[in-house]
T-cell receptor, first 113, second 116 residues
Framework: QKEVEQNSGPLSVPEGAIASLNCTYSDRGSQSFFWYRQYSGKSPELIMFIYSNGDKEDGRFTAQLNKASQYVSLLIRDSQPSDSATYLCAVNDRGSTLGRLYFGRGTQLTVWP | DAGVIQSPRHEVTEMGQEVTLRCKPISGHDYLFWYRQTMMRGLELLIYFNNNVPIDDSGMPEDRFSAKMPNASFSTLKIQPSEPRDSAVYFC??????????????FGPGTRLTVL
């Protein structure tokens, strides 16, 4: 069973600050990494994915990947109260079961005005 | 595209009754996943299909659970008989490879099941 670990939080940041969400994974062979946002009572929504070491930016979101350390993070710049949600990290399986994702338990983020 | 469609959105039933959850994946997606989410256990994969064929059902908790995908546009998850501990939100998701190593997975709105 592949492990995906996240701090459960809650993580609380003031509006306008940078929120940093972290995730570690156990399978060194994992190739692609996903961040989902889940508002309370809603379904997970894909924010972005990353597969190369380094940073990937999409608007206020930056995903960072370090495969040597088996670590992926999500930075949210200029955090807004509307960013308050649970953020799920997911890692793909490999080989013939490549389509499967392993999810962490999620980090709850609260952005206060 | 309408996204992944699930029905019903809410289901309240009594212990021992049969429950059937339905899912229509995004057109053209070749993977379909059934998940269950609870506060205690988080998001759990129950079973998934590739091109309508079940690939891994090791997450199905018991024989009371069964899933089918008779065609590319429809899947069902059945619980018979249902028990109170089955109460959870059940999500269906579908995906399509955007590259050989990347599958973007999209979730439906979920079915909130309550078994009394």
């Amino acid at each position: 069973q592949k492990e995906v670990e996240q701090n459960s939080g809650p993580l609380s940041v003031p509006e306008g600050a940078i929120a940093s969400l972290n995730c570690t994974y156990s399978d060194r062979g994992s190739q692609s990494f996903f961040w989902y946002r889940q508002y309370s009572g809603k379904s997970p929504e894909l924010i972005m994915f990353i597969y190369s070491n380094g940073d990937k930016e999409d608007g206020r979101f930056t995903a960072q990947l370090n495969k040597a350390s088996q670590y992926v993070s999500l930075l949210i710049r200029d955090s807004q109260p509307s960013d308050s949600a649970t953020y799920l990290c997911a890692v793909n399986d490999r080989g013939s079961t490549l389509g499967r994702l392993y999810f962490g338990r999620g980090t709850q983020l609260t952005v206060w005005p | 595209d309408a996204g992944v469609i699930q029905s019903p959105r809410h289901e309240v039933t009594e212990m021992g009754q049969e429950v059937t959850l339905r899912c229509k994946p995004i057109s053209g997606h070749d993977y379909l996943f059934w998940y269950r989410q609870t506060m205690m256990r988080g998001l759990e994969l129950l079973i998934y299909f590739n091109n309508n064929v079940p690939i891994d059902d090791s997450g199905m908790p018991e024989d009371r659970f069964s899933a089918k995908m008779p065609n590319a546009s429809f899947s069902t998850l059945k619980i018979q008989p249902s028990e109170p501990r089955d109460s959870a939100v059940y999500f269906c998701a579908s995906s399509l490879p955007v590259s050989p190593s990347i599958h973007e997975q999209f979730f439906g709105p979920g079915t909130r099941l309550t078994v009394l």
